[in-house]
């Protein structure tokens, strides 16, 4: 039996055949990768999203351990302002925690307001006391009598407070004329000098 030979329209549809398995495994390479990066793509945004709740739920925690934290620095503050500006002599006999006002620039928030009849105490209550704090402060007691107009006729001092204190800012809140309230054993008390002048607004 004889073999018949190879022409060269065998070779042509050897190549042919060739060709065509190269690109059905070519499409089948495709398809899968394809598939791949869809799987892939699809965990990737499910991660991706259970990241985020995740962060958004870290989020809200620290932000209500730190209003706490808040709360707790006021509710220290507050009952020994009467005691502290008394010992400087501002006779202040009444206080009260975050007072709001409105003027034409927005609101404004004090947190602690110690006042006796024609003086005035505004205190910004801090965890960690820092420069930016101090700088808010001060345009805050600059926009003070015009947001609360009752206390036009009033001195105005103003006090920060605060349980963590920056250098630079304990220094910027003396030269700037405030009262630096800082802890001392199971209270606060005033930080400033001997040779402190406090600035009235």
């Known amino acids: 039996m004889s073999q018949r030979p190879v022409t060269i329209d065998d070779i042509f549809e050897l190549f042919r055949e060739s060709e065509r398995q190269r690109k059905e495994q070519q499409r089948e390479f495709e398809q899968s990768l394809q598939r791949s990066l869809q799987e892939y793509k699809q965990t990737s945004e ?52 975050r007072v709001e006002a409105q003027d034409e620039n927005g609101s404004i ?4 307001l110690a006042e006796n009849t024609n003086e005035v105490v505004a205190i910004e209550v801090k965890s960690h006391l820092e420069v930016r704090d101090v ?20 001195r105005l001092y103003g006090a920060i407070a605060g349980i963590k204190v ?3 800012a304990d220094e910027y809140a003396t030269q700037e004329g405030l009262f630096l309230i800082k802890p001392s054993g199971d209270t606060v008390a ?10 009235t607004w």
Do not use: C
């Not at 700088?135 to 009033?154: G, H, M, V």
């Open 166 to 168: 920056d250098e630079r």
């Open 135 to 154: 700088k808010r402060f001060l345009i805050t007691l600059n926009r003070f009598k015009q947001a609360l107009p009752k206390y036009q006729s009033y």
């Open 190 to 199: 005033i930080a400033n000098g001997q040779d402190f002048v406090a600035k």
């Open 109 to 112: 928030e004090i947190d602690v």
């Open 46 to 97: 499910q991660e991706m999203a259970e990241l985020k709740k995740i962060v958004a739920q870290t989020n809200k925690q620290v932000g209500g351990i730190t209003s706490r934290w808040g709360e707790f620095v006021e509710n220290l503050v507050r009952p020994a302002a009467v005691r502290m500006f008394r010992e400087k002599g501002i006779e202040v006999h009444f206080t009260a925690l």
